[in-house]
Nanobody, 122 residues
């Protein structure tokens, strides 16, 4: 079992930055891949970025070059640094524990945080 708690969302102007954090507890954090998903109103939840237990990463095309996922296994925390934010990045962002496969595909387990709202608006 893994419990996940996100933080760091908020309101930011276009071009601004935010860093999301996801604190994990309850199991061996370092053995999991971790992913960040987002869901905008009326849209399906989609993968934004993932990091494997060894630090390998994968990104959605829409955020490559702007977002960076990282993890600190000593703090049981995964981060999402978001730069050059645009209105289309507005969504609820969710943290997930899963598995980043060798193919680069991320497989989510049924461990989700409660979500944190990111709003990009002037």
């Amino acid at each position: 079992q893994v419990q996940l708690v996100e933080s760091g969302g908020g309101l930011v102007q276009p071009g601004g930055s935010l860093r999301l954090s996801c604190a994990a507890s309850g199991s061996t954090f370092s053995s999991y891949g971790m992913g960040w998903y987002r869901q905008a109103p009326g849209k399906q939840r989609g993968l934004v970025a993932a990091v494997g237990w060894g630090g390998r990463t994968n990104y959605a095309d829409s955020v490559k070059g702007r977002f960076t996922i990282s993890r600190d296994n000593t703090k049981n925390t995964v981060y999402l640094q978001m730069n050059s934010l645009q209105p289309e990045d507005t969504a609820v962002y969710y943290c997930n524990a899963g598995n980043l496969l060798l193919s680069g595909e991320y497989y989510p387990y049924d461990y989700w945080g409660q979500g944190t709202q990111v709003t990009v608006s002037s």
